[in-house]
Nanobody
Framework: QVQLVESGGGLVQTGGSLRLSCAVS????????MGWYHQAPGKQRELVATIRSGGTTNYADSVKGRFTISRDNAKNTVYLQMNSLKSEDTAVYLCYAASNFRDYWGQGTQVTVSP
């Protein structure tokens, strides 16, 4: 089965940085789009950033200028560099990958930013 495994989450102070990684295994397919969403308790899942196989990126307004998404197409791996973290960034961050056939989600990694 396709698995998306996130890593790099943790506890960081306001203004700090984290780098999230998502490694995809179990698939021979290249994904059209990969990215990151986050979800806080009691809130809907929200887009953070996405990147297409050709390199086109999209960011939520709240993270523009602070977060950078990148991917390694050969490894089907996506990264999220998070700088200048704020308390409102606190959430479970979920890796996302979409092929022509279906969407895949990771289990999530917790990012907690101390206020």
């Amino acid at each position: 089965q396709v698995q998306l495994v996130e890593s790099g989450g943790g506890l960081v102070q306001t203004g700090g940085s984290l780098r999230l990684s998502c490694a995809v295994s179990g698939s021979i397919f290249r994904f059209n789009i990969m990215g990151w969403y986050h979800q806080a308790p009691g809130k809907q899942r929200e887009l953070v950033a996405t990147i297409r196989s050709g390199g086109t990126t999209n960011y939520a307004d709240s993270v523009k200028g602070r977060f950078t998404i990148s991917r390694d197409n050969a490894k089907n791996t996506v990264y999220l560099q998070m700088n200048s973290l704020k308390s409102e960034d606190t959430a479970v961050y979920l890796c996302y990958a979409a092929s022509n056939f279906r969407d895949y989600w990771g289990q999530g990694t917790q990012v907690t930013v101390s206020p």
